[in-house]
């Protein structure tokens, strides 16, 4: 397990390297800073073992970053991605939110998730 958990820690890292040097490569070329973004936003996953707060808040800087980019995304789909990303063990949770129609903030929701 401590094997898995050094894995995605390294992959978050080399994730936020790629980042900044896209940024230092293209500079004001947003469309490529956008596509980057979005690439991690659809594909990060949480993992079992990680703590959860810090998969959301890394999720909900990359939206910050779109909306930096003026990428705007409707609430529920920033919300979706997120819930979308957990790992099954979250399932309940997951239905809950979902039946009971939950509004929360990214960082409400990252509170909950814990």
């Given at each position: 397990?401590?094997?898995?958990?050094?894995a995605e820690?390294?992959?978050?890292?080399?994730?936020?390297?790629?980042?900044?040097h896209l940024q230092e490569l293209y500079g004001e070329n947003s469309v490529v800073k956008q596509y980057e973004l979005c690439s991690i936003l659809f594909t990060?996953?949480?993992?079992?073992?990680?703590?959860?707060?810090?998969?959301?808040?890394?999720?909900?800087n990359i939206i910050g970053q779109l909306h930096t980019l003026e990428i705007v995304k409707p609430h529920n789909l920033e919300v979706n991605l997120i819930l979308q990303s957990l790992p099954p063990s979250f399932k309940p949770f997951i239905t809950n939110y979902?039946?009971?129609?939950?509004?929360?903030?990214l960082a409400e929701l990252s509170n909950e998730i814990q």
């Open positions: 397990m401590n094997v898995e958990l050094q820690h390294e992959k978050m890292e080399i994730a936020n390297e790629i980042m900044i990060i996953r949480h993992r079992e073992g990680l703590a959860p707060d810090d998969h959301v808040m890394k999720m909900s979902n039946l009971n129609k939950i509004e929360r903030t």
